[in-house]
């Protein structure tokens, strides 16, 4: 498994299926929709050809229509900002989210906007007949990747989907959409790690402390296998590095039971490069090598030596339990198909 790397210039978006009444439709379909411009007529555009009409006379249009049926114009200024998204912002590559009843889903946008007239059917019950269609006729194409329970989300995402909006951006809520999938990712020079809290049973401040400081010492492992591919004096270490102000990690928690931990950690001028590669080794570790799931980044004698000094690390600290009773875990969902571009029309 290789680190992520989030590309500076993808975006994020969330697109609302109806309150989840369509969401069926979004991904047994592989699409986006939106409904918002269904009052205005447009023919089907051909396979490959994208709906980009000019933005002045899309304007006038919608909100000649709008006028005539007496909308007011705040409604009528946020709806036509919505469908503006869809057609001109958006781009192929992009990630979206959308919300069902139950759990929100995540997509690569692989297509550009186009119109399609024909109604999308799902069948709910064959025997009596019970159906839904969707009508909206503004759509892009979506390879669908994974889905997150609502009950399993992120606080830091739970805030960021609060809008009631139908379209909106999420791009400042970038970090929050990686850590709720990824157990670690790179971006700009940064290294950013996630876990989760299982547990149920309220968290003592011993083991909030426990883990800080094993985190700390994640950083100075991993940067300094990197430099020498050993470390035999720890504790001489780490407090350099203490004195020395070069700690980097920062973290990001919700200790609550369940919650969430999320860190990032920088480079520092001079350090070694792949330092990253043994931070990510060794901080899967924590959470035990049968979970580890980066095995192939680094040789076997390495992994070893990491595995020692994780373990002392935790007995010295007196952390193994701690961590078995929160029940840290780190993101296991499947992420290929929104990195995967070979769909990308």
Not at 90 to 112: A, C, H, P, Q, Y
Request: hydrophobic share 35%; proline share 3%; net charge negative.
């Amino acid at each position: 498994m290789d680190i992520f790397q989030v590309p500076d210039d993808r975006r994020y978006w969330v697109v609302r299926a109806e309150s989840g009444r369509f969401y069926e439709h979004f991904v047994k379909y592989g699409v986006i929709a939106l409904g918002h411009l269904d009052c205005i007529e447009f023919k089907d555009t051909s396979e490959g050809e994208r709906f980009y009409p000019d933005e002045e006379e899309l304007t006038d249009q919608f909100k000649k229509y709008r006028e005539g049926k007496k909308y007011k114009k705040q409604s009528t200024s946020v709806q036509l900002a919505q469908a503006k998204s869809f057609i001109y912002d958006m781009s192929i590559g992009d990630w979206v989210v959308t919300i069902g009843s139950n759990l929100i889903r995540f997509g690569r946008i692989i297509s550009n906007s186009y119109i399609d007239n024909t109604p999308l059917i799902v069948v709910y019950d064959p025997e009596s007949g019970h159906q839904s269609e969707m009508e909206f006729k503004v759509r892009r194409e979506v390879s669908w990747g994974p889905s997150i329970s609502k009950k399993e989300l992120p606080y830091g995402l739970t805030q960021s989907l609060k809008s009631n909006l139908t379209v909106f951006n999420l791009d400042r809520h970038w970090q929050a959409v990686h850590h709720s999938l990824y157990p670690a990712f790179m971006k700009g020079g940064n290294l950013y790690l996630s876990s989760k809290i299982r547990s149920n049973d309220e968290i003592k401040n011993y083991s909030v402390s426990a883990i800080l400081t094993l985190l700390n010492e994640v950083e100075v492992i991993g940067k300094e296998f990197a430099k020498n591919n050993n470390l035999n004096n720890f504790e001489a270490i780490y407090n350099q590095y203490i004195d020395d102000e070069q700690l980097t990690i920062t973290t990001k928690a919700q200790f609550h039971s369940p919650g969430d931990i999320w860190n990032a950690i920088s480079s520092i001028v001079g350090e070694a490069d792949r330092w990253e590669t043994y931070v990510v080794v060794a901080y899967g570790m924590l959470f035990g090598n049968q979970k580890l799931g980066f095995d192939g980044l680094l040789d076997l004698q390495t992994r070893q030596k990491l595995w020692d000094l994780v373990l002392q690390r935790l007995k010295k600290n007196k952390a193994e339990k701690v961590v078995e009773s929160l029940q840290l875990e780190m993101p296991k969902t499947n992420t290929e198909k929104l990195e995967d571009s070979s769909k990308d029309k």
